[in-house]
């Protein structure tokens, strides 16, 4: 089936823009926009990769568990995970079935729908807390451990990556990963540069 626009903000990202391992399909996401049906959307500025067996700091490195059961299914699907008992953090399976793998969302600059937000988030939030961090992230999409397994390419999915013809930015490098103690040496977070919408602030481009 041909894949719908959830317009205005783009067109659905097909399946096989996540068969790809996470370390290349994390990059590609930057800029794209993460929309839900009641209309609240952010453009994708801040991305992590997490890959099963290679990389200790992901919830399959260990195998499959009933927890991180959908990381190894069809990719192009929703795993959120509760983190230290305070937030839910959102994530994108990755790569081809059997692996686990995904890219965890860290920040949006929220385009549409930002009442919305802050009724989720608290109604002083400033425009730039809204999305900036994983656990914001997901609490200002309403998303959380129910939405594990949530078909993102359909087209009636509640939350759909879209494509707006924003490429990513160019001369990207890999920076460290926030808040890991294993694998560490592995560069696969990224940011769009000069962004006041990341999480840790903004990190100048490489040109």
Known sequence: MKNRALSPFGTVLPRSFFSADASIVAPLLLNKIVA???????RIVEVEAYEGARDEAAHTFRGKTARNAVMFG????????????????????????????????????????????RTARGSRIVDRDLCRGPG???????????DTG??????????????????????????????????VALP????????????????????
Request: net charge positive; with cysteine; proline share 8%.
């Open 136 to 146: 914001r992230l997901a609490q200002a999409l309403g998303m959380t451990g129910v």
């Open 36 to 42: 839900t049906a009641d209309g609240r959307a952010g």
């Open 188 to 207: 696969w977070r990224w940011i769009v540069p000069d962004n006041r919408f990341v999480s840790r602030g903004p990190v100048k481009s490489a040109e």
């Open 74 to 117: 069809e990719p192009g699907h929703l795993y959120v995970y509760f983190s230290y008992g305070v937030h839910w953090c959102g994530n994108v399976v990755c790569a081809p079935e059997g692996v686990g793998s995904a890219v965890l969302l860290r920040a949006l600059e929220p385009i549409a729908g930002l009442e919305a937000m």
């Open 150 to 183: 949530m078909d993102v390419v359909a087209a009636n999915s509640r939350i759909q990556f879209l494509d707006d013809g924003t490429p990513p930015p160019k001369a990207l490098r890999g920076l460290p990963r926030v808040g890991i103690s294993r694998s």
